[in-house]
């Protein structure tokens, strides 16, 4: 036992440390394990407008959007990767985002186990650290699987990609077995042509780059047991089914991309619902280091609530590219704004009913270390 705890800790104490692009990298002396510490900052101004009686018509402050120190690395040559980072959100309570390890048996092939953001929606799959906008669209939310916990198996080639996930439900991140999805199954398949898949791990189109496409698809599928009626029992059935289609292209200083989302969801006692949604975007550099953009997000909640119709303009100034940005983006409701799609760490509030023409201004600076 001595002479493992010796090993355990002696494996980095002849390591090498340098800093790797924006992280700092720690390796041990037979250069078999290395560690990271990374992390993200996004301080937001915020300006939100309402119209109607009982609402506060101008709120406006600086916010912590993201504070997100992280700390990844591998073992055993890269054999075994792993990550771990959490966030304290705009209240500053910590909470836990990332923390998995993985195994990758062969290139283009990788296991991982944990907690973390299954392959599903092409705006998860895009680092936050990397979008156009300061947030994906607000239609995004409420289809994406956002994290989960269970096991994904990814298998990468010269062209395709496939993510399959076995594990708990939507958004059940920090939650005991008892309280998760009794079954969850997420998939995903990319097709590009042209290009290398890094190439796809932001939207923007940089100058100089060859067009490349990007086509895939997502579904997931979760249910179990809950009290849905509340009559206090929890031998309710429930499912949630959802699936999407997504379409990027990167040009020479240009891109598009548009997704549509779909959901069914059923629960004894209550009336199926079905709901579907939209993300339209796309951007073009004006000079070497600012591009400019637009977003169009749509969803329909099925509830007689109203559809959501919201247009995003704006811009990012690549003060160091994505390491240092700075993104400014106005926002504008054409419909009611409902408690169904507020999210409020993207800076929409509750219009007051009947009311549309809700106004967003968000100005980020980002720091990536």
Same mark, same amino acid.
């Given at each position: 036992?001595?002479?493992?705890?010796?090993?355990?800790?002696?494996?980095?104490?002849?390591?090498?440390?340098?800093?790797?692009?924006?992280?700092?990298?720690?390796?041990?002396?037979?250069?078999?394990?290395?560690?990271?510490?990374?992390?993200?900052?996004?301080?937001?101004?915020?300006?939100?407008?309402?119209?109607?009686?009982?609402?506060?018509?101008?709120?406006?402050?600086?916010?912590?959007?993201?504070?997100?120190?992280?700390?990844?690395?591998?073992?055993?040559?890269?054999?075994?990767?792993?990550?771990?980072?959490?966030?304290?959100?705009?209240?500053?309570?910590?909470?836990?985002?990332?923390?998995?390890?993985?195994?990758?048996?062969?290139?283009?092939?990788?296991?991982?186990?944990?907690?973390?953001?299954?392959?599903?929606?092409?705006?998860?799959?895009?680092?936050?650290?990397?979008?156009?906008?300061?947030?994906?669209?607000?239609?995004?939310?409420?289809?994406?699987?956002?994290?989960?916990?269970?096991?994904?198996?990814?298998?990468?080639?010269?062209?395709?990609?496939?993510?399959?996930?076995?594990?708990?439900?939507?958004?059940?991140?920090?939650?005991?077995?008892?309280? =998760? &999805? $009794?079954? +969850?199954?997420?998939?995903? %398949?990319?097709?590009? !042509?042209?290009?290398?898949? *890094?190439?796809?791990?932001?939207?923007?189109?940089?100058?100089?780059?060859?067009?490349?496409?990007?086509?895939?698809?997502?579904?997931?599928?979760?249910?179990?047991?809950?009290?849905?009626?509340?009559?206090?029992?929890?031998?309710?059935?429930?499912?949630?089914?959802?699936?999407?289609?997504?379409?990027?292209?990167?040009?020479?200083?240009?891109?598009?991309?548009?997704?549509?989302?779909?959901?069914?969801?059923?629960?004894?006692?209550?009336?199926?619902?079905?709901?579907?949604?939209?993300?339209?975007?796309?951007?073009?550099?004006?000079?070497?280091?600012?591009?400019?953009?637009?977003?169009?997000?749509?969803?329909?909640? =099925? &509830? $007689?609530? +109203?559809?959501?119709?919201? %247009?995003?303009?704006? !811009?990012?100034?690549?003060? *160091?590219?994505?390491?240092?940005?700075?993104?400014?983006?106005?926002?504008?409701?054409?419909?009611?704004?409902?408690?169904?799609?507020?999210?409020?760490?993207?800076?929409?509030?509750?219009?007051?009913?009947?009311?549309?023409?809700?106004?967003?201004?968000?100005?980020?600076?980002?720091?990536?270390?």
């Amino acid at each position: 036992m001595l002479e493992d705890a010796s090993s355990r800790t002696s494996l980095f104490s002849a390591a090498t440390s340098a800093a790797k692009g924006s992280a700092l990298e720690i390796v041990s002396a037979d250069r078999s394990a290395k560690l990271k510490f990374k992390g993200q900052i996004q301080i937001r101004h915020v300006y939100n407008h309402r119209e109607g009686a009982g609402v506060d018509q101008d709120d406006h402050g600086f916010e912590n959007r993201r504070i997100r120190p992280k700390i990844g690395g591998s073992l055993h040559n890269g054999k075994v990767p792993f990550g771990v980072f959490g966030d304290p959100g705009r209240t500053g309570s910590f909470k836990l985002l990332d923390a998995w390890f993985g195994y990758v048996p062969s290139d283009g092939h990788r296991f991982r186990i944990g907690q973390f953001a299954p392959g599903f929606t092409r705006e998860q799959l895009v680092s936050s650290t990397k979008r156009l906008a300061s947030d994906n669209s607000i239609a995004h939310p409420s289809f994406t699987v956002d994290r989960s916990q269970g096991i994904e198996y990814r298998n990468r080639g010269e062209d395709w990609t496939t993510y399959v996930f076995v594990g708990d439900g939507v958004n059940d991140k920090n939650t005991p077995y008892t309280n =998760d &999805a $009794d079954y +969850g199954l997420t998939a995903r %398949v990319q097709r590009k !042509f042209g290009g290398n898949w *890094k190439r796809f791990d932001d939207f923007a189109g940089w100058q100089g780059e060859e067009t490349a496409y990007l086509f895939g698809t997502g579904l997931h599928i979760s249910g179990g047991e809950i009290d849905a009626d509340g009559g206090g029992m929890v031998d309710d059935d429930f499912y949630d089914f959802r699936y999407t289609l997504d379409a990027s292209v990167e040009g020479d200083g240009w891109n598009a991309f548009a997704a549509f989302f779909g959901q069914k969801t059923d629960a004894q006692g209550i009336s199926e619902v079905n709901r579907y949604g939209l993300t339209l975007q796309g951007g073009v550099f004006v000079t070497e280091n600012i591009d400019i953009f637009a977003q169009y997000a749509w969803a329909d909640d =099925d &509830a $007689d609530l +109203g559809e959501l119709s919201v %247009v995003t303009a704006g !811009f990012n100034k690549y003060i *160091k590219g994505h390491t240092i940005k700075l993104t400014v983006d106005a926002n504008y409701a054409l419909e009611e704004v409902t408690s169904t799609y507020v999210n409020g760490s993207r800076g929409y509030l509750v219009d007051a009913m009947g009311e549309s023409g809700q106004f967003v201004l968000r100005s980020q600076i980002q720091l990536l270390f």
